[in-house]
């Protein structure tokens, strides 16, 4: 699968986080950070976060090739 499922842990390591730090963002939506809810349990796509850092991500429209 090219966009797997990543637990919090996983996703929170990817992020450079603490997975606490995920869980209270998707409580109190601080961040719009897509997750998939599967029954209990809490996933998210590689590609949701990739793209959550490219909306954080600052100065871009200014780096030239």
Same mark, same amino acid.
């Given at each position: 699968?090219? $966009?797997?499922? !990543? $637990?919090? #842990? #996983? +996703? /929170?390591?990817?992020?450079?986080? &603490? &997975? #606490?730090?995920?869980?209270?963002?998707?409580?109190?939506? =601080?961040?719009?950070?897509?997750?998939?809810?599967?029954?209990? =349990?809490?996933?998210?796509?590689?590609? /949701? !976060?990739? #793209?959550?850092?490219?909306?954080?991500?600052k100065?871009?429209?200014?780096?030239? +090739?």
């Open positions: 699968n090219n $966009d797997p499922l !990543l $637990d919090p #842990q #996983q +996703a /929170a390591s990817y992020l450079g986080l &603490a &997975a #606490q730090t995920l869980a209270v963002w998707r409580t109190t939506r =601080r961040y719009p950070l897509a997750f998939v809810k599967v029954g209990s =349990r809490v996933y998210y796509r590689r590609s /949701a !976060l990739e #793209q959550f850092l490219e909306s954080r991500t100065g871009s429209e200014e780096v030239q +090739a």
